[in-house]
């Protein structure tokens, strides 16, 4: 009976100690880059088709994220405001693509070797307006690009902590592909005609670095100037 009874303190002891946590909450901020589809101009005025590449701009992003921490785990929530840039060089002149959107991405990491982790989980995304220089609404296309608001996309991430700080190398992809549209681009000013925006999967790689407000575990700031033992690490 009484080992029965040691058995059952040490398994809540240690389950205690497994499943204590720490909660965190801080900024975090960093730049983006974002990939879109290709663009084919159609044959036009015995011209034949070309097919426009898009070039990658760099994009910046801004939010808030709140962690729960674990032993060798930990949840954390963020919302973050996202802008997205790149461009196609056309004949005549370079039209910018620019779009925005809200993102709260819900992530499970696993804490892997002090002081990396890996992580990965949903993102729900409220996109604003996408705009592409050029476009304009005629009989052939009401404008565009006419892309879907609200998406979901999968993040997976690496992230290195030290005391009150950390840096994180994310990618993300949606679920989803876009549909093939049919846009109408002006082409006196930028050489395009009419041109089909080929299906892709948006994807976006982003490289950003967070800051821990408030946290539970006494973690100081000034911890980060003291020696190896005593970094303030949080894990």
């Known amino acids: 009976m009484k080992t029965i009874h040691l058995l059952i303190v040490f398994f809540f002891c240690y389950s205690n100690y497994l499943f204590s946590q720490e909660y965190v909450f801080g900024l975090k901020g960093g730049l983006n880059a974002n990939t879109i589809g290709d663009i084919y101009e159609r044959p036009y005025q015995g011209d034949p088709g070309i097919l426009y590449n898009p070039n990658k701009d760099i994009g910046h992003q801004f939010g808030a994220f709140f962690m729960v921490e674990f032993k060798n785990f930990y949840l954390r929530p963020e919302l973050n405001f996202v802008s997205l840039k790149n461009h196609y060089d ?25 002081p990396l982790s890996i992580y990965a989980g949903p993102s729900f995304n409220f996109f604003g307006e996408t705009n592409l220089d050029g476009v304009q609404e005629t009989a052939y296309s009401d404008g565009g690009p006419d ?19 950390s840096i994180d190398l994310r990618y993300e992809m949606a679920t989803n592909e876009t549909e093939e549209e049919l846009l109408d681009i002006i082409n006196s000013e ?3 005609n009419l041109a089909d925006l080929k299906p892709y999967r948006p994807s ?6 967070s800051f821990d407000i408030i946290r539970t575990d006494g ?17």
Do not use: H
Not at 96 to 114: A, M, Q, R, V
Not at 204 to 209: Q, R, Y
Not at 219 to 235: H, Q, V
């Open 190 to 192: 930028y050489g395009v």
């Open 147 to 165: 892309l879907e608001r609200n998406t979901t996309s999968l993040n997976f991430g690496i992230m290195a902590r030290y005391n009150r700080f």
């Open 219 to 235: 973690t100081k700031f000034s911890d980060l100037f003291k020696g190896n033992n005593n970094c303030g690490c949080p894990y």
């Open 90 to 114: 056309f004949s005549r002149k370079q039209a910018n693509w620019s779009s925005s959107k809200t993102e709260i991405p819900l992530l499970l990491g696993i804490k892997i070797l002090k």
């Open 204 to 209: 976006i790689l982003s490289l950003s670095v």
